[in-house]
């Protein structure tokens, strides 16, 4: 248990670094008037995870810890719109339609309100 902690730390600062270093290459290219680092970067990473669980899971059997290490890990790090996305497809693959339709409204709502919410409160601390 304590090794898959290792793992996510480890692949986590990983990821991170790589999403800092993408985002800026980014930006030396296109315009900063809109997110473009961000959107490539959540592309990105939900191809990498689709295209990883899906080898993982249905071509080649992997270790658990190396499942940890690059999904939760690098791609936990490097965007959590990627697990965000495996999860409502998950769900839609598994005809749980209400339940990927809570999932997408709750969490691009949720994480919205949530974010205007601590700006608000932000604004008096």
Request: charge should be neutral; include cysteine.
């Amino acid at each position: 248990m304590m090794r898959n902690y290792i793992l996510v730390f480890l692949g986590g600062g990983l990821g991170a670094s790589a999403r800092y270093y993408l985002s800026g290459t980014v930006y030396r290219f296109l315009p900063s008037d809109f997110p473009y680092g961000n959107l490539i970067v959540n592309i990105t990473g939900c191809f990498t995870i689709g295209l990883l669980m899906t080898m993982m899971e249905e071509r080649f059997l992997s270790d658990p810890s190396l499942r940890v290490f690059l999904t939760i890990g690098i791609l936990g790090g490097f965007t959590t719109f990627s697990s965000f996305s495996y999860e409502t497809v998950a769900l839609l693959r598994d005809a749980e339609f209400l339940r990927a339709s809570l999932n997408i409204g709750a969490s691009v709502f949720g994480c919205l309100a949530a974010t205007i919410l601590g700006m608000f409160i932000g604004r008096f601390v």
